[in-house]
């Protein structure tokens, strides 16, 4: 009889792993079915065979901008956002979302978007950017939309659950995206009326402006260690664009977010006509620690500061993405501060 | 002698309320103003380079405000120190700026660095361990994570709020490192004192990115801060944790001797009289203290307490108290110098000091270990 | 060590033991196999474990499986294992929590067995790739690609290995050598893995203020979004370095002993650390390309082996399994505590394991064997 003892014999190890690496290799490479790289492909696939064999009970068929073709049998009942302009773009063609992500920073959904009742009973999916896939799941959606900044890996879970839409890159204006959305599900009437009415409104605005529609304006982002402003492709910078409003020289620099915290002593690259100063919630550290800056010297000797032009408003509005309810809601902050009172 | 009379004198016309403090502070220490031994006169030029580092300190800033303006402001009030009023020629933003930011900031700096050298030079007596400091020890990352958890938890203030959570949070952390390192008499080798460490140091982390998590709305702020930063100082924040850097201090001045005595081993410590375990307990709350004020001050700046004792140690080799000194002193030099650096390299925004202060120590961590200093220090055991 | 010696055979019955108790042999503490005319003796406790681990991880991934914010009861799942099922939940269970599954698997395998080859190398108990700056490193390169790419996303997987290779060369550089009764390669790590981590948060902070709570989330060790396409690349590899792990690893063992020693029983040391360093710096490289820098399992299932057997048994495939445990039931956790909030994997296991090396830490006595 031989004996051997195994941690020592080199041909009793080698055939362990090998055992190792065909069990791994059974885990790994043999999937359930239908689920591989090319799980898109199969999707689309299968929705252009749905398409072939029901080609008269065909809804929409369109593609997003990644190029992705989703194909809809019928108007989409369930909805799912996971970027806070798709909230609000879908409310302002009327339509109302079963789930959505937290708003940025924030434990529920955009603040300016809290007076909406019909959001009231929507159900909360995760934070922006990380959405639980099991809630996702768990609500069964016709259709996600997505936008901004996207995670590939992410798209391709997604696409597993339900077809997924990227309907914005970071830098967009919203009213093409609006636009773009609306023609997906056949709202384009009440986005144009949208679209109208907002123009009309910056009208408007302008001619209330007077003699202020001249003043540079600048929006800032309160961090403990400095402000950080707006750059020139942010959400804020587009709407003031279209109401013709200058930003101070030192703030049109090109980018979709805000800058790094400027330095304390920088203050004055902040400094314009009028100043709109936003925080992301509306309690809490950061607003105390902003009024404690409030009383600084240094923040009272800036210009806009000492002509009483500075107007502290909801980050979660001024210095986030946001779209067209947000751009309305905007119009009416500019309004009420800017315009003088009769 | 004469050199040193010259010295003084020279010293007198410009500095005269500080080298009045000096020598205030050197009878205090027991110190004849007449004992002028070497370590005294390396200490003065330590404190002379501090107050250059001072001026230069409110002379550079991330914003626009020129050179001359600067120096015309601080000319203006050396002339006059009773009243102070800027000269009609200069702006207000000006003296706004130095008053409110630069001077803060630069208090903050010689408080921060000075506790986080002193600190250090006193872990290591302790642990007789060239290479323990309160950041590597984690001993800073539970002061941060005090912090943090007052702000979560109880809505605190900055200043004296920040101060208690700091202190709680160091103490905490303070308390495993002796536990830890207690346990036998000789002394510990460096690698499990910096496990211990790491350990202390990744429960504070995780502890805190847990809390920074759950709750969003404090992320934001907290992503620099966490960095460690003198950015957004003000006035009385320092001014609050003033009073417990000087506690500290001077109850450190006061252990010196024995401090001294453990150098010896505790068998002739307690020969000399002294009581080697109460001192160690002792001077671990003064480590708590310090450290918690400077983290209160300025979060979490790893690495400063291993540079300042470092460097004080090439400079004053026999006596305790010199080192401790010298320790504050190059600490509050250091971290000025890198603070003023961080201000300048990337304007109008800052650099965090505490990512400088890393670039910097830890290739002297590097360099120590590979050094034989350490190798009287290891017992030579496999394990850790 | 030798062959003749290791082996004792156990025979069932009463003769067998009558023999065993007049030779006064000492307990037996091997469980021996009787294939035909072989007989293979395992280390009765590693065998035993071995199953044990096994059933655990069973249950774990069950565990993981059936648990999330949506909880799939035990008649459900035992539908779905048929083919049957709500359509939901196979998506759910077969397209989400299964790659997640798996990667965590991969992940926690990968980097238990270089935390146990690095134990070995270095001789402390205490060495792991993230105490040495490996973990950093692997992740430094990825957060490279993250600042290269144009549509802002992390480097692909196999940019970790080779940061991970990277900063061990650096590493043997700078410390002088691997080898040796390894405190100076322990604190040169410490040094570079903040070194790495100031460099990280500053490529952090210029990624710009939409990426950097993921981003963040990412480098705390994240599994979600897990999906085939990288895993397959990655196990192969990985599967590859354990086969070679457990080649090298009886030899490791030897280096409890001094270097003469080793010489003397035949076995180049110098060949067997180069291997064995290679292969543990590829899969912490590979566990982080693959879940992110996960801490402290890499220090804990090695620790945790080794405290429940012999001192001659390396327990490469044990740890290999603890660490697959530990990281899905971290993850899980993670998923149900905050639900819908998910909370990354590495917060768990830092939260754990944290307080776990303290324990570790002070129960030790200063020098063990």
Partial sequence: MHRVSFQESTALRALNTLCWLCLGLLLVGCQPDEQSNSGEAQQSAQHSTEQLTRHEQEWHRFNDITGFEVTLSQAPQRLVVLSEMDLDMLLALGITPVGTTAGRGQPGIPRYLAQYQQLQDIRLVGRLGQPSLDELVQLQPDLILVGGVINPQQLKQLRKIAPTVVSYQSADDWQTALQRVAGWLKKDATATQFIQDYQQQVQSIRQQLGDQQQATVSVVRWNPQGPGYMLQDAFVSHVLADLQLQRPTAQRQPGPGHSPPLSLEALSLIDGDWLFVGTLTVSGKAVDAMQTMQQMPVYQSLKAVQNKQVVNVDGSLWTSVGGPLAAMAVLKDVVDSMTPKS | MSTEKAVDRSLMTQRSAFWRCFLVFKQLLGLSSRDHSSWVNLLLLVFLMNGVLIVASMLVGAGYISLQDSLSYLRSLAIAPASIQPAEQ???????????????????????????????????????????????????????????????????????????????????????????????????????????????????????????????????????????????????????????????????????????????????????????????????????????????????????????????????????????????????????????LGRWIMQPFEMPVGSMLVAVGAPLLIWLVRSKRLQPMVPGGRRS | MSRSHSVATKDTGRAGRQRLKSTNIKKIDCVCLHFAQWTVSFSKRAFYLHLLLWLLLLVASLFTLMQGSVAISFGDFWLLCQG???????????????????????????????????????????????????????????????????????????????????????????????????????????????????????????????????????????????????????????????????????????FMFTEPHVQSLGVNARQVQFMALALALVMAGLGVGIGGPISFVAIAAPILISRWLPPHVLGLGNSCLLGGILVIVADTLGRIVLAPNEIPVGVVTSLLGGPFLLWVLLQEKEVKR
């Fill in chain 2, 90 to 340: 200069l702006p207000a933003t000006v003296s706004v700026v130095m008053e409110t930011i630069r001077w803060p900031r630069t208090l903050a700096a010689i408080l921060a660095g000075g506790s986080l050298g002193l600190a250090g030079a006193l872990m290591q007596r302790i642990t007789r361990n060239p290479i323990a400091e309160p950041g590597l020890l984690g001993i800073n990352a539970g002061a941060a994570l005090g912090v943090v958890a007052a702000i979560v938890f109880f809505a605190a203030e900055a200043g004296f709020p920040y101060m208690v959570g700091a202190l709680i949070g160091a103490l905490a952390g303070n308390m495993v490192i002796v536990f830890a390192s207690h346990r036998v008499q000789a002394p510990i080798s460096p690698l499990r004192l910096v496990l211990v460490g790491i350990a202390v140091n990744a429960t504070g982390q995780g502890l805190t990115a847990m809390l920074l998590l759950t709750k969003q709305t404090v992320f934001d702020q907290f992503r620099f801060w966490i960095l460690g930063s003198l950015a957004g100082i003000e006035l009385d924040r320092v001014l609050a944790v003033l009073p417990f850097t000087i506690i500290g201090i001077v109850v450190a001045l006061l252990l010196v001797r024995p401090l001294a005595a453990l150098q010896l081993g505790d068998a002739s410590a307690t020969a000399l009289g002294h009581q080697p375990n109460r001192t160690r307990l002792a001077l671990s709350l003064v480590i708590a203290l310090l450290a918690g004020s400077a983290v209160a001050l300025t979060g979490p700046i790893a690495f400063l307490g291993l540079l300042a004792p470092f460097l004080a140690r090439m400079l004053v080799r026999e006596s305790t108290q010199g080192l401790l000194l010298m320790a504050f002193g190059l600490g509050s030099a250091l971290l000025l110098a890198m603070d003023i």
């Fill in chain 3, 84 to 254: 049957a099922g709500q359509s939901a939940h196979q998506l759910l269970v077969w397209d989400i929590r299964w790659p997640r599954l798996l990667a965590g698997v991969l992940t926690g395998v990968a980097l238990a067995a270089a935390g146990t080859l690095l134990q070995q190398i270095t001789q402390n108990r205490l060495s792991s790739p993230e105490v040495l700056g490996v973990n950093e490193g692997a992740t430094f390169l990825l957060l490279l690609g993250l600042l290269l790419s144009p549509l802002n996303i992390l480097g692909p997987w196999w940019l970790a290995p080779l940061g991970a290779v990277l900063v061990g060369i650096i590493l043997a550089f700078l410390a002088g050598g691997i080898g040796g009764r390894g405190y100076q390669i322990l604190l040169v790590g410490v040094a570079l893995a903040y070194f790495t981590r100031a460099l990280n948060d500053l490529v952090i902070s210029r990624a710009t203020a939409q990426h950097a709570s993921a981003v963040h989330s990412w480098t705390l060790g994240n599994l979600a979004n897990s999906d085939y396409t990288e895993l397959m690349p990655a196990s192969l590899l990985l599967m590859l370095c354990l086969v070679s792990a457990f080649g090298v690893a009886w030899h490791l063992r030897l």
